[in-house]
């Protein structure tokens, strides 16, 4: 499933295409939503919002688009009047004069008005973004120490969207990785200076994925992107030399040294 920095590119790509520019074509395939095609069109795309691993759609006339990609929707940008050669089932189509968007395979839609938008399960479960640029290190430290969270492993409270909307697995193993911790630790047992290391870690490595586009490529050490546990079993630690594990937490692949995480 794409994680938060990978639905915030996909919005900047959306964006980048379709803000400000009126709706020449609306087309939904679910029949709720189908009502809905008349008053869009004509209307724009004032801007693309990421909730964690949902997207907000806002249009000119107040509706939002919910949309949730969950593990198999993805969004596609086309030339107008045009639609790629697959088997994917065709959800959402947004057209203007140049260009088009178009969701397949997501089932999680919905169009909201600024009442229902507020009152929305998922929107009103989910945690900060991590990818808020007003999220600091101070905020995520104070919500590891709350009563809600203290208790909580970090295996699963990684993969919780509650606590902070945006995380995912390999987020969850690359952080855990860069903070030198394991995941059956718990926020109310670690060191002032741990919990300082954690909560900085919590938003620099999904910050640098989104900003170095998720990139493997060195283009300098110090700053790009690459994966330092995560798939990377049988290789060598490049902080201390041990080799790296596989096993499962959560249902999931998870990656970690036994040399540096302890």
């Not at 639905?7 to 400000?20: F, P, T």
């Not at 020449?24 to 919002?49: C, H, N, R």
């Not at 870690?201 to 060195?218: H, N, T």
């Not at 992107?225 to 490049?238: M, V, Y």
Request: charged share 25%; hydrophobic share 40%; with cysteine.
């Amino acid at each position: 499933m794409p994680e938060g920095p990978e639905i915030r590119r996909a919005a900047d790509q959306l964006a980048a295409a379709m803000v400000g520019k009126p709706l020449t074509d609306v087309w939904f395939a679910f029949p709720q939503l189908k009502t809905y095609e008349p008053s869009l069109l004509g209307e724009t795309i004032e801007a693309f919002e990421t909730r964690g691993k949902a997207l907000l759609t806002h249009f000119s006339n107040g509706l939002t688009l919910y949309s949730h990609n969950q593990l198999y929707g993805v969004w596609r940008v086309v030339p107008s009047g045009t639609e790629p050669n697959t088997t994917r089932q065709l959800r959402v189509r947004l057209a203007n004069a140049n260009k088009a968007i178009l969701l397949y395979s997501a089932s999680d839609i919905e169009l909201l008005n600024a009442d229902t938008l507020g009152a929305h399960p998922f929107l009103q479960r989910v945690g900060p973004d991590v990818l808020d640029a007003t999220l600091t290190v101070e905020d995520v430290r104070e919500r590891l120490l709350s009563p809600r969270f203290r208790r909580r492993q970090f295996s699963g409270l990684l993969l919780d969207q509650a606590f902070l909307a945006g995380l995912g697995n390999y987020l969850r193993v690359e952080i855990l990785w860069h903070a030198g911790l394991l995941a059956q630790h718990r926020a109310q047992d670690l060191s002032d200076a741990q919990l300082d290391t954690l909560s900085k870690a919590m938003l620099a490595v999904p910050r640098l994925s989104y900003k170095m586009r998720g990139s493997m490529k060195k283009y300098h050490e110090e700053a790009a992107f690459r994966f330092e546990a995560f798939h990377r079993q049988g290789k060598k630690c490049r902080r201390c030399g041990t080799i790296i594990e596989k096993g499962v937490l959560s249902s999931r692949p998870f990656y970690w040294c036994p040399g540096c995480q302890f």
